[in-house]
């Protein structure tokens, strides 16, 4: 497969790039940008792994012999994904493998919020315990919760998990009831905020999901409110959430992931009532190295036997290869 060409970015998961590099020959881009492309190179590259976003459609477009893109991570960019399914290029991502992280992400983000040990650590730290006594009683507890679940997939499954674990209940809401759970299913994401006072985001971010978490659901949650996001920030009314948070509307908020990544909103950054984070829910190297092995094997598998391993629900009519 040396001679297969594929495009990458310059600056890609090293597992990935380690492993495309030694199966196939490829062509690495500084950024997303067509110009960057060789013209005398655009007829053979067939295959492309990114992190998609809106900024690699003109590239897409610029590769007419284009058969795949290994999308790098679970979550996939819908505009751009559905723009290249509807030019016959298959789509994959790598679901599965990065569960058991997310979810571990997901836990340590509720208790950093309700038990403000991002805070607590920072007392220490300063020389505040020596210096003042103890670190404050935090008015917020995990005692006594109940947790809903809005987006109860490969992850938000693995977040029921532990938290039944931990001694609460769970409740949760998706388009569809789940048949593999004994959970109490609620058929509206408002239903399921009224009926408990934790709310867990793990759906994808699609124009279906975009500002479904408003200023009535976090209203619904109540006083004693906490929200945490380990999905897509697209899916908060991040507006709404800062006004919730400011006016006690809901309690805290622990936030992995936000609506214009990198930039955090300053009202959220100077509030001391929620955790946020980097977008870091799979980034450890186990898990990225398990991500970049199935970017790969999605490649190799679509050039040496026709088919693809994880292909995206949009684009599973496109997995196997009509002998183009
Ligand atoms: P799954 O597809 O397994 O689960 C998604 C769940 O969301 C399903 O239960 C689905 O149920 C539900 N859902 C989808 N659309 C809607 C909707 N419009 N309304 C209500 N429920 C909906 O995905 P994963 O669990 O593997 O991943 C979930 C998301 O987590 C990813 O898409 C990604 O965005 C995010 N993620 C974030 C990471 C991070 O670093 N913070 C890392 C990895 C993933 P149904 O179809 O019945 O509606």
Redesign the pocket.
Known sequence: MKTLRVAMPAAFDPRARDRIAGEFDALTLERPDPALVPAELRESIRGLAAGLSPDWIPVIDALPSLEIIANF????DPKSSLHAIERGIVVTHT??V??E??AD??VALLLNTVREFYSAEEWLRQGRWTGEGNYRLTPLTLRDRTVGI?????????IARRLEAFGLSIR???????TDVAYPYHDT?LDLAEAVDTLVC?????P??RH?VNAQVLEALGPNGVLV????GTVIDEAALVAALSKGTIAGAGL??FENEPDVPEELIAMRNVCL?P?????SVHTRGLMGDLVADNLVSWFSKGETLTAV?EARHLAKRSGR
């Not at 809005?150 to 693995?158: E, N, Q, W």
């Not at 793990?202 to 699609?206: E, N, S």
């Open positions: 991570g679970v979550g996939y679901p599965g990065l569960d992280e997310v992400t997901a809005y987006g109860l997939g490969r992850i938000g499954k693995a949760y809401h998706n388009r569809s009831r789940a994401l793990v759906v994808p971010g699609t279906e999901t479904t996001n380990i999905g897509r992995d992931v984070l977008h870091v829910g799979s980034a629900p």
